[in-house]
């Protein structure tokens, strides 16, 4: 992971992220990996499944706007759609499980969002899913939208 944090920061610095909180910023992107892929559920995200996608960019059609759309990652495990957004979000202090709910509250319209456009080339039953690699958690729940 470490050999990689060179190439995060170019890819942050293409990004927009600003040069002054471009190391920082790679930095955690390596740490989030390191957690990720010592963790089971984290592996479990990045392993191999069906119709696997990283960084799937889509275009959805709300009214007369398009919005474009990309999705961490996205997957088919045990007959379900998969849709996971990973937030490398760091929560000090106590209350984590009142934290996660608020992130979880914060970020279902975004997936929601997601789940639409997916339902529209997908028929199956759709699960969202918030990731937290440097927390070590995951929070999942039906989309509520309809394929």
Do not use: C
């Amino acid at each position: 992971v470490r050999s990689v944090v060179p190439r995060f920061r170019r890819e942050l610095a293409l990004l927009g992220v600003e040069r002054h909180e471009l190391n920082a910023a790679a930095e955690r992107v390596g740490a989030a990996l390191a957690h990720a892929l010592t963790d089971e559920r984290g592996r479990w995200i990045l392993s191999p499944h069906s119709e696997a996608e990283s960084e799937l960019r889509m275009t959805l059609r709300a009214g007369d706007a398009l919005e474009h759309l990309r999705i961490d990652r996205t997957f088919v495990a045990d007959g379900r759609r998969w849709v996971v957004d990973f937030k490398t979000s760091q929560h000090e202090g106590g209350e984590i499980a009142s934290f996660l709910d608020s992130e979880v509250a914060r970020y279902a319209p975004q997936l929601e969002r997601y789940a639409h456009a997916l339902g529209a080339i997908d028929s199956r039953p759709v699960w969202l899913g918030l990731y937290f690699p440097l927390l070590e958690e995951f929070r999942s729940w039906p989309a509520t939208t309809s394929p």
